[in-house]
Every structure is written in structure tokens, then in C-alpha cells.
């Protein structure tokens, strides 16, 4: 039989981690073995539920590189929005059969009389469910009652015996059914509830299999009783374990950032965030830890998924994070790169070719040191680079202690004056002066190239000057929000806050 799973978020808020993970595993699983993955819009929450939340669930799932086959767009066994299936009768349909066939009836019990019993029940050791007190009651009572204006809940009834069901990551599970109670169906305003709506949605829709969280256990035994009621083979189920913060609590808000759309607004890349949720609760029989999208769909087996809870950390996220940004393309990480360097003001909007090749440029020295791109503006590189300050050498420690050097003001001296201040310096020039530099005062090595480090940036570290210098002088022909000055400027007006005369 071919695979078909499915993906079935409630369009009520931000996706986060933990229903990525499950979107992942299902979407991994589906790829590895061929098969089709759907889908489904699940709100029948109709207070919380809006099409803003869907689009923007559409949004990150096609951001992360998670297609699907049906769903969104069309397909076979559609719609696959749960309030279109309400209104096409689908529902209501299938708790007719259940009440046709004495498997389903109507609950009249008021709110305050199901508390009364659930007090009692905790009172008494029970598992606080419902008591059944409505299931003697005939079709007959059940239409009068209505006619009279009672509007009921429908409630499924379930079987005595056990459920038994073999979980692919857990092994076997049994229950017995006297610890479900009667489940509710349809509510008293006419909506499908959550466990009724998904076992008629997945058998029209023909799931293979259910990979969701562990939450859903309790879920599961019910679910199984409703696929055999509605003359269906209940699907094979695999419980994932919970997504935890790093002080093993679940993950949440106070955990810091949990949507993925914060992920996507940092600058991460999609594929590292694809190849970080991958790994938790899975592991790779090889060892290894970064991956490709396609390298990881063809490793992936549910048998290595693991019983315990996956824990995020951040801070393995960036290593992964920083992993792919150096494979990646410059380009690429130039126009992911722009809006940020845009919002803090240092690129204009729009930019031109020669600002964006630029910006590439700044990328290629960047790639070791940052793991999301909100961190581009901020690095000392962009610094140095965009925001150059000479008076910062006056308050450098380092910088200071080397100033009592004689040798090293000469150094800054010299080289401010041999630097051309007619035309651009490219790498061959600023070799050929430091070279000079290095004979007219005697000096090489860190003695020389520490003091020209502080005539460009005013720093006492940084990137290596190689790699640097071109991108100054780039940065000094562009137009920019803020002036750039060249190297020359640089050197001489480094050379006045030190008060060597240049």
C-alpha cells in the first residue's frame, strides 16, 4: 500500500518547533518511501481560527521546503479544509451512520451536572469521565427533547474490552476501554470535535499513517474505536517525543524564540533550521550531524527515532546554522543579507548591482564567524567596515599599550604617508606600501602589521587585512547612507587622533 501521511495544523496562531518537528518527521518519513503527503486545514476553531494564520502557516512550510502532494492547491480527495468539509455535510453525514447503527447517541447533561460528576468521580479515585447517564436514553426521548428545544452534544459509545495498538516507535500500547469514557462527537453548536473530525478526515482521505506528537497517546485508543465503528482499518500511529528546552520543561515562550517565522525574521537559513529539527528525537546511523534536505530524506527511518524527549539547543542550532552558511552560496547570502543591513541603515533601498556585489564580497569574509544573518550588521567586520570611528584607537586598550611603542606610531606615520590619496588602492598597492612601511622603519611582522591593522580600523583586531583592505576601498566608491572613507582617509585620520604627524 502507498504511503500517505499528513500534516493537519489549527490555523490559530504562529507555527512553532515542536508542530514543525511533526510537519518534518511526517514529510521525511513520506519522501524516503514515495509516498504522498497532504495537507490538511484543521479549523473548526472558529473563534481563533483565521485565514491570516493559514497563509502564514503556507508561508513557513513552503519557506522550510516542506511541499506537499495535496492540500492547499487541490487534490483528489479534497477539500481539505475542515469548515469547508462542515459545510459539505461530511460530518454529519458519518454521526448519522454512527446513530443509525447504535454506536453513537445524544447527551443532554448540562455543564454543571458533568462538573458535579467529575467532582464525584476525583472525590472517589475514578478517572474524571463521563458517566453515561444519557446512554439509555431511546431516539425517541432523544427527538422529543430536541423538538423541545434541548440542544444536545452527540457522544460516541464506547465498547467495553481493550485497545491494543502497536505504536512504530514505542511498541506495543493497551488500553482498556473502561478508562476512555464516551468521547463527544458533535458539540451542542453543531461542530465536529477535534477526535471525530480527524478519523472521518484521514479514513476519506486514506492515511497510511499518523506520525504526530506524544500528546495524542491518550487520543489514539478512541481514535482506533471510531476507524473500526465507521467500518475503517485504523492507520499505523507513531508518537513522537515532546521537543523540551534546554532545562528539559517543555518548550515554550519563556524558552525565547519557539515560531518558526523567528527563525525565518533572524536570518537562518531554511535548510539549517530543515537539517536542526531533523535531529530532534532522530539520529543518523552514520554519526554525522549536518545534512542536506535530500541527504536526509534518504537516511531517515522511523526506527531511529527514540523514545525520549528531544531537547533544543540553541546553540547547537547555530553551530548547524553556521555549518550551512559556509557551503552556501555568496550571492545567496548577499540578498538575504541586504534587508538586514538595510533596516540598520547602512545599505539604501533599492541598492544597486555594485552595492550587492559588495555586499557578497562582505560575505565571503563573514561565513566562518556567523550562524543568521540578523548578525551581519552587528559584526565587527560591518563595523570597521561601515561605521569606521579613528577616535576609537584614543579608548582601545590594546591599541593603547602598543602606542608606547615608539616603533609602532612610526609605523602608523609612515604608512599614512605613503598611502595614495589620488587613486584606489587594490591589494597589490597596500602590499607593495606595507612593504615599504616595513623597510623605512625597520620592522616586520606583527610589529608591522599590528600598527597598519590600527591605521585602517582603529582596532586592535579584526579580520585579516587581506581580505579586508579591497573591501574598504569598495565600500569608499559606493554610494551609502553613510560615507565610507578609503584607506588613505583612514590611515591619516587615524594618524591625527594619535598626534603623529602624517
Not at 16 to 21: A, I, P, S, Y
Not at 166 to 185: F, H, K, N, T, Y
Not at 327 to 348: M, T, Y
Amino acid at each position: 500500500m502507498a504511503i500517505r501521511t499528513r500534516f493537519a495544523p489549527s490555523p490559530t496562531g504562529l507555527l512553532h518547533v515542536g508542530n514543525v518537528r511533526t510537519a518534518l518527521f511526517n514529510w521525511l518519513f513520506t519522501r524516503h518511501g514515495g509516498g504522498a503527503f497532504v495537507l490538511r486545514i484543521e479549523d473548526t476553531d472558529r473563534e481563533r481560527s483565521t485565514l491570516e494564520h493559514e497563509q502564514g502557516i503556507l508561508s513557513e512550510l513552503g519557506w522550510l521546503g516542506l511541499d506537499w502532494d495535496e492540500g492547499a492547491g487541490g487534490g483528489a480527495v479534497g477539500p481539505y479544509r475542515q469548515s469547508e468539509r462542515h459545510e459539505l455535510g461530511i460530518y454529519h453525514r458519518e454521526l448519522g451512520r454512527l446513530l443509525d447503527h447504535g454506536d453513537a447517541y445524544y447527551c443532554f447533561c448540562t455543564p454543571e451536572q458533568l462538573e458535579v460528576d467529575r467532582q464525584e468521580s476525583l472525590k472517589a479515585g475514578r478517572p474524571p469521565q463521563y458517566v453515561g447517564r444519557c446512554r439509555a436514553n431511546s431516539p425517541e426521548q432523544a427527538r422529543n427533547r430536541q423538538a423541545a428545544g434541548e440542544k444536545p452534544v452527540s457522544r460516541f459509545k464506547v465498547p467495553p474490552g481493550k485497545v491494543v495498538f502497536q505504536d512504530l516507535i514505542r511498541g506495543p500500547i493497551e488500553v482498556d476501554a473502561s478508562q476512555i469514557g464516551d468521547p463527544v462527537l458533535f458539540r451542542s453548536d453543531g461542530w465536529p470535535t477535534y477526535n471525530f473530525a480527524v478519523v472521518v478526515d484521514d479514513i476519506q482521505m486514506k492515511i497510511t499513517h499518523v506520525i504526530r506528537g506524544e500528546d495524542h497517546i491518550s487520543n489514539t485508543p478512541r481514535q482506533i474505536l471510531l476507524y473500526r465503528a465507521l467500518g475503517a482499518e485504523p492507520p499505523r500511529f507513531a508518537h513522537l517525543p515532546l521537543v523540551l528546552g534546554m532545562d528539559h520543561a517543555p518548550l515554550s515562550k519563556r524558552h525565547g524564540d519557539t515560531s518558526l517565522r523567528q527563525y525565518r525574521e533572524h536570518g537562518y537559513l531554511p535548510e539549517a533550521v530543515f537539517n536542526y529539527l531533523a535531529l530532534l528525537g532522530w539520529s543518523s546511523p552514520s554519526g554525522h550531524e549536518v545534512f542536506s534536505k535530500e541527504e536526509l530524506v534518504r537516511e531517515f527511518d522511523l526506527s531511529r527515532v527514540g523514545r525520549s524527549a528531544g531537547v533544543f539547543d540553541p546553540a547547537k542550532l547555530d553551530w548547524i546554522a553556521n555549518q550551512h552558511i559556509r557551503k552556501a552560496d555568496p550571492a545567496r547570502l548577499a540578498d538575504l543579507a541586504v534587508p538586514f543591513l538595510q533596516h540598520r541603515g547602512d545599505l539604501p533601498e533599492p541598492i544597486s548591482l555594485a552595492q550587492r556585489a559588495w555586499v557578497a564580497g562582505l560575505m565571503e569574509l563573514l561565513r566562518d564567524s556567523v550562524s543568521r544573518l540578523c548578525q551581519v550588521p552587528e559584526t565587527d567586520a560591518a563595523q570597521i567596515l561601515l561605521h569606521f570611528e579613528p577616535s576609537i584607537c584614543r579608548t582601545d586598550p590594546e591599541v593603547q599599550a602598543d602606542l608606547k611603542d615608539p616603533t609602532c606610531r612610526a609605523v602608523i606615520r609612515t604608512f599614512a604617508e605613503l598611502l595614495p590619496h589620488d587613486r584606489p588602492i587594490d591589494l597589490e598597492i597596500y602590499r607593495r606600501i606595507a612593504q615599504e612601511t616595513g623597510k623605512a622603519t625597520g620592522t616586520k611582522g606583527r610589529s608591522l602589521y599590528h600598527p597598519i591593522r590600527v591605521a585602517l580600523t582603529a582596532r586592535g583586531s579584526g579580520p585579516e587585512l587581506n581580505r579586508l583592505v579591497p573591501l574598504i576601498e569598495g565600500a569608499s566608491a559606493l554610494q551609502l547612507p553613510r560615507s565610507v572613507p578609503g584607506c588613505a582617509r583612514r590611515a591619516t585620520s587615524v594618524a591625527e587622533q594619535l598626534g603623529v604627524d602624517a
